[in-house]
């Protein structure tokens, strides 16, 4: 497509739940990354793919969220038993190439609100 | 980078006149510096980087940061802002040896006719 897609664009889930988040990135791009936005903060940042595997994962805050990109495109970001702080903004974003100096470009993100 | 500082959470300007918005990182190692916009309703989008060579560097629509390291600072500029500039702008930095950004609580731009 022609930029990062996100679905679903707002979600809304009872605490306890598990939740699937999903993102497209840009055709052709190797490097894929979520992050996670508060409100009143900057995005702050979860885990980054290069291809298939991720490279580095030391954002994510704990062993109730994963994220895998099995065939180096499409990633599904996981959250099990939900609680209320993990409401926020979840932002997919993704680039050409796995340099720190590449242009990265974002989706318009997933509202999650956990009641 | 360990932190980016923006210190201005909202700067409200009128139209036409000059702004800068401030931001501050510490890291230990050589880091990359970045601005984003982040215009209602949209997702972020990048404003201007920073990897290597001349301090000063540009945007399409005139905004201007300058990288000073004697002062950890990548301070945003643009000498004359039109309403349409009205946005949330973050500040970013990434070690040069990894990918993760770090991202600065973010300055809202009001600018006022």
């Known amino acids: 497509g022609a930029g990062v897609s996100q679905t679903p664009s707002n979600k809304v889930t009872e605490k306890g739940k598990y939740v699937e988040l999903r993102c497209d990135p840009i055709?052709?791009?190797?490097?894929l990354y979520w992050y996670r936005q508060s409100l009143g903060q900057g995005p702050e940042f979860l885990i980054y793919?290069?291809?298939?595997?991720?490279?580095?994962d030391s954002g994510l805050p704990n062993d109730r969220f994963f994220a895998v990109r099995p065939e180096g495109s499409v990633s599904t970001l996981k959250i099990q038993r939900t609680e209320r702080g993990d409401s926020a903004v979840y932002l997919c974003?993704?680039?050409?190439?796995?340099?720190?100096?590449?242009?990265?470009?974002f989706g318009e993100g997933s509202w999650l609100t956990v009641v | 980078a360990q932190s980016v500082t923006q210190l201005d959470s909202q700067v409200p300007v009128f139209e036409e006149a000059p702004v800068e918005l401030r931001c501050n990182y510490s890291s230990s190692v050589s880091v990359y510096l970045f601005w984003y916009v982040q215009y209602p309703n949209q997702g972020l989008q990048l404003l201007l980087k920073?990897?290597?060579?001349?301090?000063l560097v540009e945007s399409i629509n005139g905004f201007e940061a300058e990288f000073n390291k004697s002062q950890t600072s990548f301070h945003l500029r643009k000498p004359s802002v039109h309403i349409s500039d009205t946005a949330e702008y973050f500040c970013a930095a990434v070690d040069t040896g990894r990918r993760a950004l770090t991202f600065g609580s973010g300055t809202r731009l009001q600018v006022q006719p």
């Open positions: 974003a993704s680039s050409l190439g796995g340099q720190p100096g590449n242009t990265i470009y």
């Open positions: 920073y990897l290597s060579g001349s301090t």
């Open positions: 793919f290069q291809g298939t595997g991720a490279a580095d």
């Open positions: 055709s052709g791009h190797t490097a």
